[in-house]
Structures are given as structure tokens and as C-alpha cells.
């Protein structure tokens, strides 16, 4: 089965497509969508849903897992992130892709066993989970391979 995970932005995408035979994860390929701030909102959002068409189009993933939005600190990046969302989950639905969403609470909750764990013990997970030493250097790419993981493990497969 192949799971496209996504940890959406305006700024930064971060995606990845994990092959799961039932048992381990295996990274097939990660990456980013960076848009510039240059550019307007609607121009960045178009960005993104050509991106996005192009990636499900190339890995046609069989599922796909989202970060959730369920509380934002910064109330000026809520309503930017979630028209990204809904760019995302467009192009998802456009190809019938299932979509399961998660929480960051519970990514870490499932990779750690402790919804509050930090960045660097998810990342040490992820690392165990994909058996490698290196992973990719964004942030935002590493937290998609998190989702992906998290949805390996989760009882909807």
C-alpha cells in the first residue's frame, strides 16, 4: 500500500510517499512545495494544487494521511494554512484518494507514546520506524513521514 503523507502549509508543503507491506514502512520519496512569499495568496494556493495534482498523479498513492488542524497559536497563519488544506484535500478528492487525518497530538502520541514529545524524539522514531540514520533536513517534510507512519500503525489499514 502506498500512503502520500502530508503536513500542509502555504509556505512550505511537506509531503512524502511511504510503501507499507503490512509489517515495515519504506520511504519511496519526500520532498516539499515551497511557495514564495512574493507571490500573492491565490497565485501560492495554485502553486500548491498543481504540485499536489502532479505528485498524486506520478506515486498514485492508495491513501492519503493529513495533519489535522485543531488549534493554532499564531491567528494570522490559521486561515493561510487552512485554505492550503483545502487545496490538498481538493486534489485528493478530485482523484479518489481516501483521506484519514491526524492530529499532531496524536502523531505523537502513536510514534512515541507521549502526545507532548518534542520534535527530536519524533524525528528519533521516524528514524527507527524507516531503519535509517539520515532524514530529510525540513522539518515540515520529516512531520509528513511522522503522519504517514502514524497511519501505518493506526487500525484504518
Known amino acids: ?3 502520500l503523507g502530508i503536513d500542509p502549509g502555504l ?3 511537506g ?4 510503501e507499507f507491506d503490512g509489517e515495515n514502512p519504506q520511504l519511496i520519496h519526500s520532498g516539499s512545495i515551497q511557495t514564495s512569499k512574493e507571490k500573492s495568496e491565490s497565485a501560492r494556493l495554485l502553486e500548491i494544487f498543481e504540485d499536489m495534482t502532479t ?3 506520478k506515486y498514485k498513492p492508495d491513501a ?5 488542524l485543531f488549534f493554532f497559536r499564531n491567528r494570522t497563519t490559521v486561515m493561510p494554512v487552512a485554505h492550503a488544506r483545502g487545496v490538498i484535500l481538493t486534489v485528493l478528492e478530485k482523484f479518489n ?5 491526524y492530529t499532531p497530538i496524536e502523531v505523537k502520541q502513536v510514534l512515541t507514546g507521549y502526545g507532548r514529545a518534542d520534535k527530536k524524539e519524533v524525528e528519533r522514531m521516524v528514524k527507527l520506524a524507516l531503519n535509517k540514520d539520515n ?3 525540513l522539518d515540515d517534510t ?3 513521514i511522522a503522519i504517514a507512519i502514524c497511519h501505518t500503525r493506526s487500525n484504518l489499514i
Open 1 to 3: 500500500m502506498k500512503i
Open 11 to 13: 509556505g512550505i508543503v
Open 15 to 18: 509531503y512524502c510517499v511511504i
Open 55 to 57: 505528485i498524486v498523479n
Open 64 to 68: 492519503c494521511a493529513i495533519e489535522k
Open 97 to 101: 484518494v481516501p483521506i484519514y487525518e
Open 135 to 137: 532524514l530529510p533536513k
Open 142 to 144: 520529516v512531520d509528513s
